[in-house]
């Protein structure tokens, strides 16, 4: 079946860096834009980036710009490079799959697979 | 690029319809029409409900609907059951160098 598993999440002093990784089974992964969503404790969802099918195109959230690098290979998997990381950073991290309504475009349609989240902790 | 303005909870009995609202700007809801919405249940995965304003997905119940008028965006359940008491976030996209998608501030949804 469709699958999205998330790892690499833990605790983290400030200004340090972490990689997740979002592993794809049970689908045709180099056709799907991949995004990464995030969701503090006790509070609501926030997008965070997105990668394009061929990794050619990127968009992040203000808050994360310059500080995070999403990218993915060949082996259905997405990572999302985490640097110089702060105490708002904490949160859940889920990997989401496009809806890719316009295949081979950005839809913008939303997410329609939702792996079950990995938690990173900046804590000093 | 501000979150979109959902209530913070929103309760019905079983059988009965409720609307949650989600209303944004010009600048995301009231200019395109890619609103999405997801139901999460505690310590779960966010699941989706409803994509471009009120399409449902394979396997979605038909229980549930969304609809748009201008910056303000809507899902009704329909036939409330105790397995939809759960958090409601809206999204959209956002013509905005900030974010290209912006979230609802969530919806607790109480089955009384």
């Known amino acids: 079946q469709v699958r999205l598993v998330e790892s690499g999440g833990g605790v983290v002093q400030p200004g340090r860096s972490l990689r997740l990784s979002c592993g794809a089974s049970?689908?045709?992964?180099?056709?799907?834009?991949m995004h990464w969503v995030r969701q503090a404790p006790g509070k609501g969802l926030e997008w965070v980036a997105l990668i394009a099918f061929d990794g050619s195109t990127k968009f992040y959230a203000d808050s994360v710009k310059g500080r995070f690098s999403i990218f993915r290979d060949n082996s259905a998997n997405t990572f999302l490079e985490m640097k110089s990381l702060r105490t708002e950073d904490t949160a859940v991290y889920y990997c989401?799959?496009?809806?890719?309504?316009?295949?081979?475009?950005?839809?913008?349609?939303?997410?329609?697979?939702w792996g079950p989240g990995t938690t990173v902790t900046v804590s000093s | 690029q501000s979150a979109l303005t959902q209530p913070a909870s929103v309760s019905g009995s079983p059988g009965q319809s409720i609307t949650i609202s989600c209303t944004g700007s010009?600048?995301?809801?009231?200019?395109?029409?890619?609103v999405s919405w997801y139901q999460q249940h505690p310590d779960k995965a966010p699941k989706l409900m409803i994509f471009e304003v009120s399409k449902r997905p394979s396997g979605v119940s038909s229980r549930f609907s969304g609809s748009k008028s201008g910056n303000t965006a809507s899902l009704t359940i329909s036939g409330l059951q105790a397995e939809d008491e759960a958090d409601y976030y809206c999204c959209s996209y956002a013509d905005s160098s900030l974010s290209s998608y912006v979230f609802g501030t969530g919806t607790k949804v109480t089955v009384l």
């Open positions: 049970g689908f045709i992964f180099r056709i799907y834009p």
């Open positions: 989401a799959r496009d809806l890719n309504t316009v295949p081979g475009k950005l839809s913008y349609s939303g997410f329609d697979v």
């Open positions: 010009g600048s995301d809801v009231g200019s395109y029409d890619l």
